[in-house]
């Protein structure tokens, strides 16, 4: 959400009821800033289960079929050495570093694929800019609208959730009259 309104409400419930308003009243672009999990809001805004995991999973079983694959090569193959009477494929033997660098490959692309999807690092963002949306992090909720859902009218859009028990309602970046007509 680069531009909207923001609202703070100061619990979890004024929040959720807030939410399930602006659902009923058609809006579909909505955004929340909580302290603390809340149940069922995923559900509530409408986010949908993530598909990084459909990403993830192959990676890290690619990871450990290359880690197999080496140890292989290394041991078999390219260089057999009797060690102990062992023969030089031995599965048992392969399977801690398979293990450790199936987790590897996983970890590492779940942190990549995270921060690309959450288009991260990102320094500045027009939230920050928001007389007390710090406290979304302490003890504050807060719901946002953005500016580019076709509900979204400036006007309007204070006044209901202003109606709906906002403490502080206060406008996010640039809304330009392109955003709030399209």
Same mark, same amino acid.
């Given at each position: 959400m680069r531009g909207g309104l923001v609202a703070e409400f100061e619990t979890g419930d004024a929040l959720l009821a807030a939410i399930d308003w !602006?659902? %009923?009243?058609?809006?579909? #672009?909505?955004? =929340?800033f909580t302290p603390t999990p809340l149940h069922h809001l995923e559900e509530k805004l409408g986010i949908e289960?993530?598909?990084?995991? $459909?990403?993830?999973?192959?990676?890290?079983? /690619? +990871?450990?079929?290359? %880690?197999?694959?080496f140890q292989w090569y290394c041991n078999a193959y390219s260089y057999p050495i009797n060690v102990g009477g062992r023969p030089p494929f031995a599965i048992p033997a392969f399977i801690p570093i398979t293990f450790e660098t199936g987790i590897l490959f996983t970890g590492i692309s779940a942190f990549v694929l @995270?921060? $690309? &999807?959450? #288009?991260?690092?990102?320094?500045?963002?027009? !939230?920050?800019? &928001?007389? +007390?949306?710090?406290? =979304?992090?302490?003890? #504050?909720? $807060? &719901? /946002? &609208?953005? %500016?580019?859902?076709?509900?979204?009218? @400036?006007? #309007?859009?204070?006044?209901?959730? =202003?109606? @709906?028990? =906002?403490?502080?309602? %206060?406008p996010v970046g640039a809304i330009t009259d392109e955003e709030t007509t399209s």
């Open positions: !602006l659902r %009923a009243a058609g809006y579909q #672009r909505l955004d =929340a289960r993530s598909w990084l995991n $459909w990403l993830i999973f192959p990676i890290g079983m /690619g +990871g450990a079929g290359f %880690a197999f694959f @995270l921060f $690309w &999807v959450c #288009r991260m690092p990102s320094l500045t963002h027009p !939230l920050f800019e &928001v007389e +007390g949306f710090e406290r =979304a992090t302490i003890d #504050r909720f $807060w &719901v /946002g &609208v953005s %500016a580019t859902d076709p509900k979204f009218d @400036l006007a #309007r859009t204070s006044h209901e959730l =202003a109606e @709906l028990g =906002a403490g502080k309602i %206060a």
